[in-house]
DNA sequence: TGTCTACATATTGAATACAAAAAATCTACG
DNA sequence: CGTAGATTTTTTGTATTCAATATGTAGACA
């Protein structure tokens, strides 16, 4: 096996730069800063009490990484992902992932690790527990919050067992934008979420069997699955907000 | 067919930070910044001509891009790859075009588009025959040059039939990555040209005989060859290192 | 001679000032 | 009224200045 990759990107970064960096993702991560919204490199700067200067440098990375979009003496608004940017992202995901696990399997994870893994997989169970045990029928915020914690943590767990830092770089990332921009989940119920657990079971059985065809398989559609829903919340979204701009158009 | 993606990406950029960045990225590329050599913006902001502000700028971006980097408060070297980086970055090139092609091959590829594909690698049987008729036994400059561009080609036509523009985005990234810093290459003869054409035809075949596996296990070996040389390189040129190394260690 | 401290120098990080471009507003004219 | 053009305002892009941090060096002292 590879030996852990060298640890470079250790920077605690007391800079300006850097806190800018993390409060304009914040704030577009919180949906306060809206998808297609502008983004005012004066405002942000006093809201951060710093001159524009950190604040540009901020929003070129936040660009680079794909979360803002830039038009040269124009300037930047929060990327509004279209149909086929979430088709395109999910195919960098699907594509990743499952050159990662296949990798993965054929290699024999140790059994440590298959451990940590089923042990984010029944974090996943103990919540459809919770809900069977109170009779509420959907995940509450915190709930949900730990649900995103679980289903990440099998993902990234699984991605680091490449230990190929930058294939982690591109998944993370996509993953991130799939996040913020194509995700306002709610209303989880037991039985979806026996469903995602019972898909990550399967792909860890596989994975224990050492079948990579099959893990790449389950992995396959598991992603697919979760595209799907994306794409169907998206058009769900789309028809809303074209009705509402319906109405809007009538108050003329 | 997925529809031609929007062209977002056209920016003639007049901007000072886009000509520090194609100035600062050709010095890269030249070998005249060396790997692990130091980037000062003030001599950069002098030689262009201009404030240090739009060089940093281009310097952050090439940062994110992978070219260059920085640890705070100290400075910004060109990134120098260790052997791990080839792995890794031939893992993710692998990754990505595989998954591309296995899509590709699946959707019944036009037959113009395989027209272009076989355009692009009989350019490289025209070197061949170059070869052959003049005697000489490696390309010379001018020939390399038409050589990357017809196999780069390749490769940079087969990702845009995904029509995926981020997908491509990355495999581009990691192509000039692997380039730039893994590729002194030199010295190539007829019979490793004729084996990199048999490759690229064979890619073809299969993938109009729409053989997904088939064009899958192809494309993956194609990038494996590649990959392998390049870390003999890498080896020879590290072992060639360490004695001159040694040799200067004596001098003190 | 070796090491530690103080000072000098260079370089990055950030703030401010200025210029140029785009957007918004206003005005004159049809 | 509405529109074309001019003017004002805003915002981005760049330059310059200032501050903080790190590096290099010289000299004092054991």
Do not use: C, W
């Not at 502008?38 to 680079?64: D, F, Y």
């Not at 767990?157 to 709610?186: G, H, Q, Y």
């Not at 026996?194 to 992603?223: F, T, W």
Request: glycine share 4%; hydrophobic share 40%.
């Amino acid at each position: 096996m590879r030996a852990k990759t060298k640890a470079k990107s250790s920077k605690p970064n007391y800079t300006i730069r850097e806190k800018a960096y993390q409060y304009i993702q914040s704030r577009i991560a919180s949906g306060d800063l809206p998808s297609g919204g502008a983004i005012s490199e004066l405002l942000l700067a006093k809201e951060l009490g710093s001159s524009r200067t950190p604040v540009r440098e901020a929003i070129s990375q936040l660009v680079s990484e794909g979360l803002l979009e830039q038009t040269p003496n124009r300037g930047t608004v929060v990327v509004q992902l279209t149909r086929e940017d979430i088709v395109d992202l999910y195919e960098l995901r699907e594509a990743l992932e499952v050159y990662v696990i296949a990798k993965v399997t054929r290699e024999h994870l140790p059994v440590e690790d298959i451990k940590r893994l089923e042990l984010l997989s029944n974090g996943i169970l103990a919540l459809v527990n919770e809900l069977d045990a109170t009779g509420e029928p959907y995940l509450n915020t915190e709930q949900m919050q730990r649900f995103i914690t679980a289903d990440r943590g099998f993902h990234t767990l699984l991605m680091a067992f490449s230990f190929n830092p930058r294939i982690r770089k591109v998944v993370d990332e996509t993953r991130l934008l799939i996040r913020i921009f194509a995700m306002r989940r709610l209303g989880y119920g037991a039985e979806k979420l026996r469903k995602i657990h019972g898909q990550h079971a399967a792909i860890i059985a596989a994975i224990v069997s050492e079948d990579p065809a099959l893990a790449v398989q389950r992995l396959a559609e598991h992603i697919q699955i979760s595209r799907q829903e994306r794409l169907d919340e998206f058009d769900r979204n789309r028809r809303a907000s074209t009705i509402e701009r319906s109405y809007s158009d009538l108050n003329l």
